[in-house]
């Protein structure tokens, strides 16, 4: 497949997708840290755990759409995750920096979504594999930060965490459809699926379970 002409609002560093691809690496290389930092492991597994979280599912995104792995050209996404590990091995034991966690995730989860379905879009990806993309995008680093911790994956909880990346995603594919522009596309998706998570964490939605035979 051919990929369409990347406009300039996805691929300059000062513009607000850059800004959030870079965020979004951040905060979930953080996760990955504290996960690592849950278990009492040392800072160089620190900072293994907040790579790959951090760059997992934006690698596994480019190899499906064929792109160049982003971080293989670009050191700094690397350079980020080392420093997000280093900040957390800083920080030291806090009560709240576990709770952190999850509101860390949250973020990672709407940005990268939008962030996935971003580049998919510019590389000629159909809308609704867009979505998809974004999805994976968002989830899959965490997907691995857990195998590696040991932890239940977010694929088998019921709490609201992958459904909000897809809102993110969708939301951004089906605005940009209509018209909006990039940067209110993206602040748009990222609020929403923002808010989703965090009613999930506030208030404990979840989706409903399969139902068991009467």
Do not use: H, N
């Amino acid at each position: 497949m051919t990929a369409t002409v990347l406009t300039p609002e996805i691929v300059a560093p000062e513009r607000l997708l850059a800004v959030l691809d870079f965020a979004g690496v951040a905060v979930f290389a953080a996760t990955g840290a504290l996960a690592a930092a849950r278990l009492k492991q040392d800072l160089v597994t620190a900072a293994f755990f907040a790579a790959i979280t951090g760059v997992g599912g934006g690698t596994l995104r480019d190899l499906l759409i064929g792109a160049p792995v982003f971080w293989v050209t670009d050191w700094r996404y690397v350079a980020v995750c080392i420093a997000a590990a280093v900040a957390v091995w800083l920080i030291g034991a806090r009560e709240w920096r576990f709770r952190a966690l999850l509101w860390l995730d949250a973020i990672g989860l709407a940005a990268y979504g939008v962030l996935g379905a971003a580049k998919a879009e510019a590389w000629g990806v159909p809308p609704l594999i867009c979505v998809v993309m974004g999805a994976l995008t968002a989830c899959f680093g965490g997907v691995v930060r857990d195998l590696l911790a040991g932890q239940p994956s977010i694929l088998l909880r019921r709490e609201i965490t992958v459904s909000a990346a897809i809102l993110a995603a969708a939301v951004y594919v089906a605005a940009t459809r209509l018209g909006l522009g990039d940067w209110p596309a993206a602040i748009l998706g990222s609020l929403l699926g923002f808010g989703l998570r965090a009613g999930a964490l506030r208030k404990g939605w979840s989706l409903p379970a399969f139902p068991a035979r009467g």
